[in-house]
C-alpha cells in the first residue's frame, strides 16, 4: 500500500517559517504530481502548491495567490519526498495540511490520487 506521511508542523509566530515534508512510501513506480494543500477549520481544502514532476512539462510549479512569493515546492533528494518551504506565515495560514501525490504503482497503469493524513500549522502569537 501506497503511504504518504507529512511532519515538521507545528506553532510559530507570525512572520515566522516553517518547513513541511512529505515521504511516499510503498509500491511507486513513477509520480506525476507532488503538491501541498490546506484546510482550515470550517473551510474548503484548497490547493497551496503543486509541484509537476511528470517528463510531459518538466518540473513545473504553481502556487495559489495568497502564498505567492512566501512559500515554496521542492522535490526532496530522495526522489519521493516533497517539502513545503513557508516564510512571512500569517495567521490566517493556521490549517492542516496536507500532502496528495499522483502517481503510478505499475507502468501503462491509470496514476491515483494519494494522501497523507496532514500536519498541522498554527501561526499565532
Known amino acids: 500500500q501506497v503511504q504518504l506521511v507529512e511532519s515538521g508542523g507545528g506553532l510559530v509566530q507570525p512572520g515566522g517559517s516553517l518547513t513541511l515534508s512529505c515521504a511516499a512510501s510503498?509500491?511507486?513506480?513513477?509520480?506525476?504530481?507532488m503538491g501541498w494543500y490546506r484546510q482550515a477549520p470550517e473551510k474548503a481544502r484548497e490547493l497551496v502548491a503543486n509541484?509537476?514532476?511528470?517528463?510531459?512539462?518538466?518540473?513545473?510549479?504553481t502556487y495559489a495567490e495568497f502564498v505567492k512569493g512566501r512559500f515554496t515546492i521542492l522535490r526532496g533528494n530522495a526522489r519521493n519526498t516533497v517539502s513545503l518551504q513557508m516564510n512571512a506565515l500569517k495567521p490566517e495560514d493556521t490549517a492542516v495540511y496536507y500532502c496528495?501525490?499522483?502517481?503510478?504503482?505499475?507502468?501503462?497503469?491509470?496514476?491515483?490520487?494519494?494522501w497523507g493524513l496532514g500536519t498541522q500549522v498554527t501561526v499565532s502569537s
Open positions: 510503498g509500491p511507486i513506480f513513477s509520480i506525476d504530481i
Open positions: 496528495k501525490m499522483r502517481l503510478y504503482t505499475r507502468p501503462f497503469d491509470t496514476p491515483s490520487d494519494y
Open positions: 509541484l509537476d514532476v511528470s517528463m510531459r512539462h518538466g518540473d513545473t510549479t
